[in-house]
């Protein structure tokens, strides 16, 4: 009997932080997992350095911010795989103003990387996604780490409204759609846990 094909993963913001070790939990439990990043050197140096440790790993060139760039990576995956098992949207920002100092430019930021981009990201790999049999979504992109900000938190909030509505219009398919909150003790061990469900587990929780 042939072995069951690899579980294909996608990690936004994997380049460090948060979504490198996200993307290194996934890689040791087997699956091979792209590493998503805005910038194509920091792709490769985390591909290179989690490749080292034996991991099955590769870098993908993927700014959230950038429709065309979001489009040309669901091409490659859609190219290099055919499908997508599991997608962490784990690229964020959070700015650093106080509420009375905060501008229109940072919260127009933090909506741009860590609601749109969540929101481009999976549409264009939903259909990937609809290919798995076990297709799992995990949004942890409202920030990169437990400082709180008023930008970050308000994109915290419209991530997971985004969250439920894409878990309420996938309802009935083999797709499950959660966030985690990125202010958790290890949020990674969350994100995974999230990203390995199995058929009975949750879909549409906000965890954190």
């Keep these: 009997m042939n072995a069951p094909p690899r579980t294909v993963a996608l990690v936004t913001g ?12 996934l890689a040791e439990r087997g699956q091979h997992v792209l590493l998503g990043s805005s910038g194509a050197e920091p792709a490769t140096a ?43 949207n784990s690229a964020g920002v ?8 905060l501008d229109e430019d940072e919260l127009r930021r933090a909506l741009e990387v860590n609601v749109l981009g969540t929101f ?23 920030g990169p780490g437990a400082a709180r900000t008023p930008a970050g938190d308000v994109s915290r909030a419209a991530l997971d409204v985004l969250t439920l509505e894409y878990a309420k219009a996938l309802r009935g398919t083999h797709v499950k759609v959660n966030a985690v909150a990125p202010d958790l003790p290890d949020v990674a061990a969350v994100a995974v846990r999230l990203a390995t469900l199995d058929a009975d587990g949750p879909t549409g929780e906000i965890h954190g």
């Design 94 to 101: 959070t700015g650093d103003r106080a509420f009375d100092e």
């Design 120 to 142: 481009r990201v999976t549409r264009a790999l939903l259909p990937l996604l609809l290919r798995s049999p076990a297709g799992r979504v995990v949004n942890a992109s409202a």
């Design 46 to 88: 985390a591909a290179l350095e989690l490749s080292a440790e034996g991991l099955d790993v590769r870098p993908l060139l993927l700014d959230t911010a950038d429709p065309a760039d979001v489009a040309a990576a669901a091409d490659a995956v859609a190219s290099g795989y055919g499908r997508l098992d599991v997608l962490v």
């Design 14 to 25: 994997a380049d460090r932080g948060r979504g490198r070790e996200i993307a290194r939990r």
